[in-house]
């Protein structure tokens, strides 16, 4: 746990080369599925998402009722080239996420979750309405500020994902994540983007 733990400090701070010894060790210890989700995230923000791939399958065989980490898998395999198999993860995630909501109505993360995989499926008017919802229910979660950043730029609304985006960071959002963030290429590209982000790395180091 300590190792992970370490880990888990190192990725929130951006630092995911470092993370990667520390969740290598607890799994060498006591192997469980967050601690190989998290290094699939690690893999994920270095851009080496084949072996993100790996990490991330083994964390659903482990557990395989996890809406996150199937939607976790199916970003993995859609940056590696592989949309069939992500589409079929982000099926399968969208299917226990509405599971999640049939015991709990009210939770905006598995509605701010839902939201992104319809984005990324390309279901602009779902992935609306579920990110809508979940702000509404937890306006002041860092999370789905960041969440509401991603769902706007996948579904063409640039405006909307950086007014999202400065709230997260505002916040404290690692702007780190922002600026390797694959989901916000779009937003990326713009000059407003640069501004914003330099801003705020400047701000939290």
Known sequence: MGYGDVGSVYLREGKWNEAIPHYQKALSISP???????????Y???KRYDESVAMYQKATEMTPNNEELFGNLGDAQRWSGHSDLAAAAYDKAI??????????PRSAGTMGDLALYYAKKGDASNAQQYIQQARAISPDDIYLMYSEAQVKTLIGKPEEALKALRLALEKGYAAQEAWNDPELQKLQALPQFSQLVKQFTKKNH
């Open 32 to 42: 469980d599925s967050p601690t190989y989700s998290n290094l699939g995230t690690a």
């Open 44 to 46: 994920f923000w270095l």
């Open 95 to 104: 299917s226990l996420a509405f599971q999640q909501l049939q015991v709990n």
